[in-house]
C-alpha cells in the first residue's frame, strides 16, 4: 500500500470538474480532506508605478462582472 496526495475541484453544484486517471483493476481507499476556501477575495491594488495616475474616460462597471465588485446593484 502506498499513499498519493490527489487535490480534486468541485463545481457549485458539488460534482468534480474532472476525474483522475488511475490504474485499472485496483480498489482505493479514500478519506477526503475539504481543503481551506481556495475563493477568497483578493483585494486589487494597482502597480505602485501607475498608482494615482490613471484616469477613468468611461464606463468601467461593463468590463468586469458585477460579482467582481465590492457593492450591490
Known amino acids: ?11 457549485r453544484s458539488g460534482n468534480l470538474k474532472y476525474l483522475p486517471k488511475l490504474p485499472a483493476n485496483k480498489q482505493f481507499e479514500t478519506i477526503f480532506l475539504v481543503l481551506k476556501d481556495v475563493t477568497k477575495r483578493v483585494k486589487r491594488t494597482p502597480h505602485p508605478d501607475i498608482a494615482g495616475k490613471v484616469k477613468i474616460m468611461g464606463d468601467i462597471f461593463d468590463s468586469v462582472p458585477s460579482s467582481d465588485w465590492d457593492f450591490s446593484l
Request: aromatic share 10%; proline share 0%.
Open 1 to 11: 500500500m502506498y499513499a498519493e496526495r490527489l487535490i480534486l475541484e468541485t463545481d
